[in-house]
């Protein structure tokens, strides 16, 4: 008999546990989960039983960078358990929780190289929106690179410049909507992006680079530090106003992302970038990053289920 039950923060340890065992990418730390939660309009943890024992675990969540009347979940089954029902239970609540919040959609990810599952999720009508490779650039193998930005072009950090904050929001408002994906998210207001996306644990103003020209906000990058991962930072998000594309801005942002990571210890840096997205996946390859095994988007309509 297979039971579905939700946790609190209490549970998350375990859970995470779970998690690490089906998909270690996906694993990360309590304080992680939590203020990816914090983050969210909501979120919630389930883990599935059989006959009392621990089989699977799912998320589900809603507004986080997600368009309206679309939810995310993702269900995690171990391997000894498979093929007895237990992610199609999983399924069934992650719907009927998004369901309950007014999505029509359940959107998800699943690891590029895991033929099973995305067999699986076919069969149950999700259906490929978009693939996120996973890049990656070993830091010990390499000198922390000069910045050597475009003329007329500064480069600074967010905790020298507190008052440009206004600015990176507005190059935000631009290169949000730009990404493959993104293209119907709504943009969140001043207060609630900086919340949510410049405030959250992970999070440094010393790690978040602005590029100017000419005294003018033109683009920035920031960088995302994991409590779980401490050798490893994450390439958060990187934006250039459309007026400024083209002349080597992003470019000069990414090496002063990784020139500080080298400088401050880091092992590697990591990014994930959708396929469709050519201008950032070429800079990301020019500057020595290496593409692994990374997730296909899913999604599917959740017109009929009860």
Same mark, same amino acid.
């Not at 998909?23 to 989960?33: H, Q, T």
């Not at 020298?160 to 730009?178: K, Q, S, T």
């Given at each position: 008999?297979?039971?579905?039950?939700?946790?609190?923060?209490?549970?998350?340890?375990?859970?995470? @546990?779970?998690?690490?065992?089906?998909?270690?990418?996906?694993?990360?730390?309590?304080?992680?989960?939590?203020?990816?939660?914090?983050?969210?309009?909501?979120?919630?943890?389930?883990?599935?039983?059989?006959?009392?024992?621990?089989?699977?675990?799912?998320?589900?969540?809603?507004?986080?960078?997600?368009?309206?009347?679309?939810?995310?979940?993702?269900?995690?089954?171990?391997?000894?358990?498979?093929?007895?029902?237990?992610?199609? @239970?999983?399924?069934?609540?992650?719907?009927?929780?998004?369901?309950?919040?007014?999505?029509?959609?359940?959107?998800?990810?699943?690891?590029?190289?895991?033929?099973?599952?995305?067999?699986?999720?076919?069969?149950?009508?999700?259906?490929?929106?978009?693939?996120?490779?996973?890049?990656?650039?070993?830091?010990?193998?390499?000198?922390?690179?000069?910045?050597?930005?475009?003329?007329?072009?500064?480069?600074?950090?967010?905790?020298?410049?507190?008052?440009?904050?206004?600015?990176?929001?507005?190059?935000?408002?631009?290169?949000?909507?730009?990404?493959?994906?993104?293209?119907?998210?709504?943009?969140?207001?001043?207060?609630?992006?900086?919340?949510?996306?410049?405030?959250?644990?992970?999070?440094?103003?010393?790690?978040?680079?602005?590029?100017?020209?000419?005294?003018?906000?033109?683009?920035?990058?920031?960088?995302?530090?994991?409590?779980?991962?401490?050798?490893?930072?994450?390439?958060?998000?990187?934006?250039?106003?459309?007026?400024?594309?083209?002349?080597?801005?992003?470019?000069?942002?990414?090496?002063?992302?990784?020139?500080?990571?080298?400088? @401050?210890?880091?092992?590697?840096?990591?990014?994930?970038?959708?396929?469709?997205?050519?201008?950032?996946?070429?800079?990301?390859?020019?500057?020595?990053?290496?593409?692994?095994?990374?997730?296909?988007?899913?999604?599917?309509?959740?017109?009929?289920?009860?």
């Amino acid at each position: 008999m297979i039971e579905i039950r939700e946790i609190g923060t209490d549970g998350l340890e375990g859970w995470l @546990a779970t998690v690490g065992r089906v998909r270690p990418d996906r694993a990360g730390s309590v304080e992680d989960y939590l203020d990816w939660k914090r983050q969210a309009e909501d979120m919630a943890w389930f883990v599935a039983a059989v006959d009392g024992e621990d089989a699977g675990v799912a998320f589900a969540y809603v507004g986080w960078h997600s368009a309206p009347g679309t939810g995310r979940g993702e269900a995690f089954v171990l391997p000894e358990h498979r093929g007895a029902g237990v992610g199609f @239970a999983l399924y069934r609540e992650l719907a009927g929780w998004v369901l309950e919040r007014g999505c029509v959609t359940l959107e998800t990810t699943v690891a590029e190289d895991d033929p099973a599952s995305l067999a699986w999720a076919d069969r149950r009508g999700f259906r490929e929106i978009g693939r996120d490779s996973r890049l990656v650039l070993d830091l010990t193998a390499i000198e922390a690179p000069a910045v050597d930005p475009p003329e007329g072009v500064e480069i600074v950090t967010w905790a020298e410049r507190p008052d440009l904050i206004r600015g990176v929001y507005e190059v935000a408002c631009e290169a949000y909507p730009d990404e493959p994906g993104q293209e119907g998210t709504p943009m969140d207001s001043f207060e609630v992006w900086l919340s949510k996306d410049m405030q959250g644990d992970s999070d440094r103003p010393e790690a978040t680079f602005i590029a100017l020209a000419d005294g003018e906000v033109a683009g920035y990058a920031k960088l995302s530090l994991s409590s779980s991962r401490t050798n490893v930072v994450m390439h958060d998000m990187t934006g250039v106003r459309r007026v400024f594309r083209g002349r080597g801005i992003a470019g000069a942002l990414k090496r002063a992302e990784i020139a500080w990571a080298k400088q @401050a210890g880091y092992e590697a840096l990591e990014t994930s970038n959708e396929v469709r997205n050519e201008p950032i996946r070429r800079l990301n390859e020019r500057h020595g990053y290496v593409v692994q095994p990374g997730v296909v988007v899913l999604h599917d309509s959740l017109a009929g289920i009860e």
